[in-house]
């Protein structure tokens, strides 16, 4: 369904007027594919590049390098249209994704109106029919997103994401903004619409649980890089990079009494315009040794997973 080819996105930067230019290297020659009707669960943390993944896939920006593939046809070679039918994307926070001043079956319409390929009629039959299936009562179609709760702006985005009936949606934190009790009921919907419409994910989250819960593959993002991808249970069950353990161990409980991880990490924090040479995570890794500084780890695959490291077997 998705075939990412040594895709690279950099970006020029400037501290200020009279600085040096400095070359941020968000996504840094990332290659996978994903068969359709699976969960890609992309974490990391914060500047690691994962939305700007996100961007590259729904071809809301060109790649420095590299080729994005959907069903086999190269992204670059789809018109917007014919683009908008195969993916589609869910954001983060529903108010501000959705158009204050139109009623929610105009916002919902939208995609279907720029297709310009159905009547009034149909389209309006489409909206409603949508509404149903994300749960959203026909009274709810002439109400603004102001008039709506959180859970309720989430659900209308995923209408509108799904109402051209797209392959690919790419979900980017789509319960962050959420209460808890609500982030289940849209993970829920999502799964259902997911085996009722055949759709692939792309779920980028920072919440691990999320993405245990929803993924079918994850693959854990470091300064541009995949340092641990392969299939969600495995590597949940036994992580074989230094960084996917401290994030797995970063998870806080609601535990009274226990105080937050010490993940080991240290204080420093990755900077994408400065990517160390050999392994890029050696500069916060507790068990780097002399090779990590130099040499660039192996990415074979092994059991199915690959790692991005030299002490994962």
């Given at each position: 369904m998705i075939e990412v080819k040594n895709v690279f996105r950099h970006f020029e930067s400037r501290s200020g007027l009279f600085s040096e230019r400095r070359v941020v290297r968000a996504v840094d020659g990332l290659s996978f594919s994903l068969e359709s009707g699976d969960v890609l669960g992309i974490v990391g943390e914060s500047g690691c590049g994962k939305s700007t993944l996100g961007r590259l896939i729904l071809g809301l920006m060109p790649p420095s390098a590299g080729e994005v593939l959907i069903e086999g046809q190269s992204l670059i070679t789809l018109d917007r249209r014919e683009r908008?039918?195969?993916?589609?994307?869910?954001?983060?926070?529903?108010?501000?994704?959705?158009?204050?001043?139109?009623?929610?079956?105009?916002?919902?319409?939208?995609?279907?109106?720029?297709?310009?390929?159905?009547?009034?009629?149909?389209?309006?039959?489409?909206?409603?029919?949508?509404?149903?299936?994300?749960?959203?009562?026909?009274?709810?179609?002439?109400?603004?997103?102001?008039q709506l709760s959180g859970g309720q702006r989430q659900r209308v985005a995923i209408a509108r994401a799904l109402v051209l009936r797209p392959r690919i949606v790419v979900c980017d934190e789509p319960t962050s903004a959420l209460d808890v009790s609500v982030q289940a009921q849209i993970l829920n919907l999502l799964a259902d619409l997911r085996k009722d419409l055949g759709l692939t994910y792309i779920f980028i989250s920072h919440n691990l649980a999320v993405v245990e819960h929803v993924a079918t593959e994850v693959a854990v993002m470091y300064l541009g890089r995949f340092v641990e991808h392969g299939p969600a249970a495995p590597l949940f069950a036994t992580p074989r990079h230094p960084y996917t353990r401290a994030l797995l161990a970063s998870v806080l409980t609601p535990e009274p009494g226990v105080p937050i991880p010490d993940v080991g990490l240290g204080e420093s924090y990755p900077d994408p315009s400065n990517v160390p040479a050999g392994c890029r995570f050696h500069p916060r890794c507790p068990m780097a040794i002399d090779r990590c500084r130099s040499d660039t780890p192996p990415t074979e695959p092994r059991d199915g997973r690959v790692t991005e490291c030299f002490l994962a077997a």
């Open positions: 908008a039918r195969l993916i589609q994307p869910v954001f983060q926070d529903p108010f501000s994704s959705l158009n204050p001043r139109q009623r929610v079956r105009e916002i919902v319409g939208l995609p279907l109106a720029a297709q310009g390929a159905l009547s009034a009629a149909k389209q309006r039959d489409a909206v409603m029919d949508m509404l149903a299936r994300v749960g959203l009562s026909d009274a709810m179609a002439d109400r603004f997103p102001a």
